[in-house]
């Protein structure tokens, strides 16, 4: 990250590393700060010799290397009219599959800038692993059009854009060039997925280009068809239909909005009008209960604003909604309560209780805690991965091939 902005597109290789020039002094100084903590000290590697240590070092060193020389494409704001050009440093010219983010909303983390690229590029693996694309022919791409976390803004560290975030007219027209440039390139056929934007630019682009472009957003719309699948899969066991349901979400935003939508699009089959269908979606977000006559509402969560009193917390809204099932999906750890849980299973002889915000720590409710409070009677489904549960009866956990567990 030495290199100047000449040398750089000298070298063909803008882009391919983040837009931060930081000398080569303090890139010694973020390697160091990366191993603060001395290997020798892992005592868990049993390491006899200094000498088989430092050989590990080296070894891992390589790898490091050789895993990890190419992450992704950065595009910057500063990069506009220029984005085709940076298309052709990429090494690869036949790609499939491009998954791409501007950091802003990286779930449970939030505004990471630079440091978002992870995100395209763990992605872009599962691609590989799960669905046999070939590596060369994924792309990540990280739009960085500055942040706004001030920390990294401070950080002398930090390898992305050192401003505010740039929203507006600047912001559209980078996207517009991006998906343009794209296209040009790889052809109409070349997937491109967005990835961990913020709400109010999400829903926006989805809604621009999804009818002119092979583009999806998998927070909206991914999350929806893998939450509603489980869904289906539950009334497998609740046997009944999907109108019979009164859904509460635990948050408001991407996901939550995506998995309402599909519910809707699902009960409209059923033979339901669309503002039939939301009426039995509610909404919880960060100031309570989503109602008609709160102020500031967008227009995603005024859809399902309904006329009733507000209430301020979950726990409120539960027990008097008195949904048959529970989902969350606001990354906020342990918000299923005890209380809750337990208000379910006493109106609900089997109630459905989804807690999908990841990682672990950030889950709503445990598997175990699921089970135990409902005595074996909840159908759950999480984000996050849990041990399998035994009760006290002996009775355990199954998990389905949709991927959602109940008690037998």
């Not at 989503?290 to 969560?301: A, D, M, P, Q």
Request: glycine share 8%.
């Amino acid at each position: 990250m030495a290199f100047t902005l000449e040398e750089r597109l000298q070298l063909g290789i803008h882009g391919l590393i983040p837009p931060c020039f930081l000398s080569q002094d303090v890139q010694v100084l973020r390697v160091m700060k990366s191993y603060e903590t001395p290997l020798f000290e892992i005592k868990t590697l049993q390491i006899q010799t200094f000498h088989q240590c430092s050989l590990l070092v080296k070894i891992l060193f390589c790898v490091f290397l050789l895993l990890h020389l190419l992450l992704g494409l950065f595009i910057t704001i500063h990069d506009r009219g220029h984005i085709a050009t940076m298309l052709n440093s990429w090494p690869e010219d036949d790609i499939k599959a491009i998954v791409v983010t501007d950091g802003e909303r990286i779930l449970g983390l939030g505004d990471l800038g630079s440091y978002g690229m992870g995100i395209p590029v763990g992605k872009l693996a599962l691609y590989t692993a799960c669905g046999g694309v070939p590596p060369q022919q994924c792309l990540p791409v990280l739009l960085d059009v500055g942040t706004d976390n001030q920390a990294l803004l401070d950080d002398p560290l930090y390898i992305g854009l050192k401003h505010k975030r740039i929203r507006g007219k600047e912001y559209d027209e980078l996207i517009e060039e991006f998906m343009q440039a794209v296209t040009d390139k790889y052809g109409m056929s070349c997937l491109i997925q967005f990835e961990d934007f913020a709400n109010s630019n999400a829903f926006r682009i989805l809604n621009k280009y999804r009818n002119r472009y092979c583009t999806f957003n998998d927070d909206i719309q991914g999350t929806a068809s893998v939450a509603v699948a489980g869904i289906f899969a539950a009334l497998r066991i609740t046997k009944d239909k999907l109108l019979n349901h009164t859904f509460v979400f635990q948050g408001a935003g991407e996901a939550a909005m995506g998995i309402a939508h599909l519910l809707m699009m699902a009960m409209a089959k059923e033979g339901v009008s669309r503002e039939d269908a939301a009426k039995r979606i509610w909404m919880v977000d960060s100031k309570g209960l989503i109602v008609k006559g709160r102020g500031n509402l967008n227009h995603e969560k005024a859809e399902f604003a309904h006329d009733h009193p507000h209430l301020k917390t979950l726990e409120e809204v539960v027990e008097t909604i008195k949904p048959t099932a529970i989902i969350g999906v606001a990354a906020i750890g342990g918000a299923f309560t005890e209380k809750i849980i337990k208000d379910m299973v006493s109106f609900n002889e089997r109630p459905i209780i989804f807690a999908l915000s990841n990682p672990t720590s950030k889950a709503e409710c445990t598997a175990e805690q699921c089970y135990k409070l409902t005595e074996g009677r909840g159908i759950f489904a999480s984000g996050s991965p849990f041990d399998k549960v035994t009760l006290a009866d002996g009775r355990s956990d199954s998990v389905t091939s949709e991927g959602f567990r109940f008690c037998s």
